[in-house]
């Protein structure tokens, strides 16, 4: 079994894979980053009238299905350079571990965040930004490790959420006058979420007493501690195996 565990580890820190799945991570993060930043320069070019036209407004139901847009639409240039790096670093954490896991979840915290938004922000104003997005991220990355028993994961998210708590205040009514806090709260509520429904469901190495097939056969206990394993069959050509019948005979 220890050659299975090893085997596995091997498999699981495979450095090779590791630069792989970074890569993938990496193209991932900067086709989103430069689809939102051409989404900007067409709404810039646009007096801003695709963030009017598209943006959430909190209670209106013709606005509701605008919860999938507001969030790759934003105010300005430094509305959306305040967001980007954080929904790079986070986003590229949450997307280390699979593109299809990262687009799923993606949809979930732009859907919470912006729902959450349309519930509890003021009437009348128009809501859009990534940040909603970016708290999802991060608390997917601050979760991860937990649910998919993973120790690196787990560090990672035991030193993101270290480094990055405050970021939760602005996630408390009040705290941040003109910030949405309804959609990073929704937007954190849906990463935690996310952690979960997004875990890592792949079975586990069995345990220490299992083996692989075959190499159970003829195997006995001696005197001592060790287990010795005796061939299972002799070939009957073999000048040897009259000896080696009387040596099996003897139990040697």
């Keep these: ?4 565990d090893r085997s596995h580890a091997a498999t699981t820190l495979d450095p090779v894979r590791m630069i792989a799945d970074a890569r993938r991570a990496l193209f991932t993060m900067v086709g989103v ?3 939102i930043w051409l989404i900007q320069l067409v709404n810039w070019m646009d007096d801003y009238d695709l963030g009017r036209r598209f943006g959430v407004i ?20 430094a509305h959306l350079e305040a967001n980007s790096g954080p929904l790079f670093v ?12 990262f687009l799923g979840l993606t949809l979930l915290v732009a859907l919470t965040s912006e729902l959450t938004a349309w519930v509890f922000d003021p009437p009348h104003s128009v809501g859009a930004g990534a940040s909603g997005v970016v708290f999802g991220y991060f608390g997917y990355v601050v979760l991860r490790g937990l649910f998919d028993r993973n120790l690196v994961d787990t560090l990672i998210g035991v030193v993101l959420g270290a480094s990055f708590a405050y970021m939760v205040t602005s996630a408390l009514p009040g705290v941040a006058p003109g910030i949405s806090w309804s959609a990073h709260l929704g937007g954190l509520i849906g990463g935690l979420a ?7 469901r792949a079975p586990r190495p069995a345990a220490a007493s299992a083996a692989t097939p075959g190499s159970t056969s003829g195997a006995t206990r001696g005197s001592g501690s060790k287990a010795v394993t005796k061939p299972a069959t002799t070939d009957p050509g073999s000048p040897n195996a009259a000896l080696l019948k009387e040596l099996d005979d003897l139990g040697l």
């Design 90 to 101: 986070f986003g590229f954490l949450a997307a280390y571990r699979g593109v299809k896991k």
């Design 33 to 35: 980053l430069a689809a």
């Design 194 to 200: 996310g952690a979960w429904i997004f875990r890592d």
């Design 58 to 77: 909190p209670q209106d139901p013709s606005r509701l299905p605008n919860i999938v847009t507001a969030p790759f639409l934003h105010w300005n240039w």
């Design 1 to 4: 079994m220890a050659s299975n």
